[in-house]
Each structure stands twice: as structure tokens, then as C-alpha cells.
């Protein structure tokens, strides 16, 4: 690739091949060629401007990643670019001018590529191009006539006066590789490499149930709960490990009750949505080389875990202008803390028409508690049917021993 003196090099190439097709010429006058803005130089000359850079997409885009996932650098990270010039003509004559641009454009057709020979020896005669490296880079630099609109080069010679205008071809350079300065970290080399192959199946991993079996919910408890991930191919195959990942964690133990379930102790009783996830870990290729373990894993599955509403009172509430006011205290499960978004919701019971009261708390840091104490105000006096709601998740009523809900109303 190249330093950064990539691009005056080009810029001093194209003027060296133009200069030099200037002077085989055998005009009166010889033509000054130098880069410069549109209406810069006197009589007979040339002006290479450089108006617009931009990216080279297909040469870019073979960069891999620079850097490993921990930020070192891999790789020298470089640019890739393409140049576009407008070379402006201005000779004592239209005759002259005309002639400029003709030598000019048979110049550069006869000339498409920057050789390595070229850019290596531009420095001697172009101080602002000295030192480059451009002449190592793998592909050469290719200069190729752009057509350039009405429109576009009307709005470039806007930026000059008006009597200033001279006819313009326009060429576009490219690519140009540029390197970075950083020197990028000692990578070592490959030691051996091992080739295998071995049939894959994924494991399957279809839903997540609690204790009260497929479908039903999952309910917070005092107690540990118990999960089971059902679908096929779950159990580890001669030689395999098993791994089962909840919330990016990996979970243990696991135990294999068929190839289409797998059991786990829930680590977390956490109100909310929950992600798990059944990875089957192949034995390793070569072990002489590496202890790696191709994984084969299952699709994530989320699951919710409800929060329980245990008990809930309203002790001494006051009462003014047919409002109430006091606080509740509420019995739930799991414990919770600062850090659970909580609301306690209230729906009327004899009101006409009914009222839903939403009560948000913020529970006060410390340890988490499984006794909340809510503040309430101006709450209308009724009888409320009432539903915890954590992160998002309300929780539902426990069955009776008939199936029936066993809601849960305070008096207010």
C-alpha cells in the first residue's frame, strides 16, 4: 500500500505526464503544467485541480476488521480513494487553448496507468511528492476521463469571475491505498491446523415450562423453581458437552431427562422476560492443537416470569371529601428493590362508573424486601381488586382448589 504522500504523488504524476507531452509539443511558448485552482497561472499553461475525493468502494470494502474484540490493533487500517481532477487550459489564443487540451487528452489516453517508474522518480522533480511509496503498492493508479455535465462544471466555475471561464477536461484517479501510521500488534503465527468433519444437528429447542407444566405461567416463588426446556435433540451425543445459557449465562447444573427435555433450577426469579438458550459443544477436532468445542446451538426461546402478589392492606386509611389516603402494605414475591420498575394497579369494585387507579413505587435502596409499604392519596373510597405489575408484568391470581381466582381487594 502507500503513505500519505500517495495522493501529491498522483497529483505530480499527472502534471509530469502532461509537462512532458507539453514540451515534446514544439510550441513556440512550452506550456507551464502545475497543479492549481481553475483560473490560476498566465499564458500558455495548464492548471490540475483537484476538486472531489471520494471513497473506492470495491477496494474498501476487502479491508477485514483492524481490530480484535478487545480494541488492539490487528491490522494497519487504510483508506481507499478515488481522485477527480479538472485540468483547465489557457493559451494565448482559442487556437492555443484548443491545442493545449488536445496534447493534453491524446497524453493521458496514451498514458492511463501511473507507472512505478513515474511515481518513483516525480519526488526529484516535484518536492511536495517526495517520499512517497506509491510505486509498492499492488495496483497501479489509472487515470480515466470522466464526463462531467452542463450542469456540474457551471456550478464549479460559479466560484470564479466570470471572464475568468477556460475549457476543462475532467479524469478521475484511483485507487489510491492509504495507509495509517499506527503499527498494529504482533499476531502469531499458526503453530499447525487441523481439518475435520462430523454431521451436524442442531438441537431444537421448541418452549420453556414451569412446575405447573407446558403453557401454564411462570409464577415467582419463595421456593426454587424448576425449568423445562422442551423440544429435540437437547441431550449431548458420545464425545459432546452440554451448556445452557439463560440470559447470556451459563447455567449448571443441567440434567438430561430425554432428548427432547432437559431440566434447570432458575437461577434468578427476576420479574420479566427472560431469554435461554441449549448449546451442544463437539468434542475438539485435533485436542493435540486445540481444546475448542464446535458449538451446535438451538434457536433462543423467551419465557416470562410472573410476579405473585402474596397479601395486600390498607390499615388506618383517612378520609376526605370522599377520598382516601394512606398507605398500602403489600406482601410479594420475589423480594424487589430500587431497581425494579413497580406499580401497584386498583380497579374499582362497586363505583359506576368504574375507576382504574395505576400507583407507581420507587422502593428505597437497601437490601430487597419482599414487604412494600406504598404511599396512596386522593384515591376514591372503595373496594379495589388489586394486581402487582413489575418491569412491565402483571401478576395473575392463584386458583383455588374449584379453579377458581382467589383476587385479591382492599378496602380504601
Not at 40 to 58: F, I, K, T
Not at 108 to 114: Q, S
Not at 298 to 323: C, D, E, M, R, W
Amino acid at each position: 500500500m502507500s503513505n500519505t504522500i500517495a495522493i501529491p504523488a498522483v497529483t505530480a504524476s499527472i502534471v509530469a505526464i502532461v509537462q512532458a507531452r507539453m514540451n515534446a509539443a514544439g510550441l513556440v511558448a512550452t506550456p507551464s503544467v502545475a497543479p492549481g485552482t481553475l483560473d490560476s497561472g498566465s499564458a500558455p499553461c495548464v492548471a490540475v485541480h483537484l476538486y472531489r475525493v471520494e471513497r473506492n468502494g470495491y477496494r474498501d470494502n476487502e479491508q477485514l476488521a483492524t481490530r480484535a474484540s478487545d480494541g488492539q490493533l490487528r491490522q494497519t487500517p487504510r483508506a481507499a480513494l478515488d481522485l477527480h481532477y479538472l485540468l483547465a487550459f489557457h493559451g494565448t489564443d482559442e487556437y492555443e487553448t484548443h491545442r493545449l487540451m488536445a496534447i493534453a487528452a491524446a497524453g493521458l489516453a496514451a498514458t492511463p496507468d501511473i507507472s512505478r517508474a513515474l511515481v518513483a522518480s516525480v519526488g526529484s522533480t516535484y518536492v511536495g511528492a517526495a517520499g512517497n511509496d506509491l510505486a509498492d503498492a499492488d495496483e497501479l493508479v489509472r487515470v480515466t476521463p470522466e464526463s462531467i455535465s452542463v450542469d456540474e462544471i457551471s456550478r464549479l466555475w460559479a466560484l470564479y469571475q466570470p471572464d475568468t471561464f477556460r475549457p476543462t477536461l475532467g479524469y478521475s484517479a484511483g485507487p489510491v491505498i492509504v495507509d495509517a501510521d499506527e503499527t498494529p500488534g504482533t499476531v502469531l503465527p499458526v503453530a499447525g491446523f487441523a481439518l475435520g468433519a462430523r454431521p451436524l444437528s442442531s438441537p431444537r429447542l421448541d418452549a420453556v415450562a414451569g412446575p405447573d407444566g407446558p403453557g401454564a405461567p411462570i409464577t415467582a416463588s419463595a421456593a426454587a423453581i424448576s425449568l423445562s426446556l422442551l423440544g429435540a435433540a437437547l441431550a449431548p451425543r458420545p464425545g459432546e458437552a452440554l451448556e445452557v445459557l439463560i440470559d447470556g449465562v451459563s447455567i449448571t447444573p443441567v440434567n438430561v431427562t430425554s432428548d427432547s427435555e432437559l431440566t434447570v433450577q432458575l437461577p434468578s426469579q427476576r420479574p420479566g422476560v427472560h431469554r435461554v438458550q441449549v448449546l451442544r459443544l463437539g468434542a475438539p477436532i485435533a485436542p493435540a492443537l486445540s481444546m475448542t468445542r464446535p458449538p451446535t446451538s438451538s434457536a433462543t426461546v423467551n419465557f416470562t416470569i410472573l410476579p405473585k402478589l402474596v397479601s395486600i392492606s390498607a390499615p388506618g386509611p383517612t378520609h376526605a371529601g370522599g377520598l382516601s389516603s394512606g398507605t398500602l402494605t403489600v406482601d410479594v414475591e420475589p423480594a424487589l428493590d430500587h431497581s425494579n420498575r413497580i406499580r401497584i394497579l386498583l380497579d374499582s369494585q362497586t363505583l359506576n362508573p368504574p375507576i382504574a387507579v395505576a400507583i407507581p413505587f420507587n422502593a428505597p435502596a437497601g437490601p430487597a424486601t419482599t414487604t412494600l409499604h406504598v404511599p396512596f392519596s386522593g384515591v376514591a373510597i372503595d373496594s379495589y381488586r388489586v394486581t402487582l405489575e413489575v418491569e412491565g408484568v402483571r401478576s395473575i391470581p392463584a386458583l383455588d382448589s374449584s379453579h377458581h381466582y382467589q383476587l385479591l381487594v382492599v378496602a380504601l
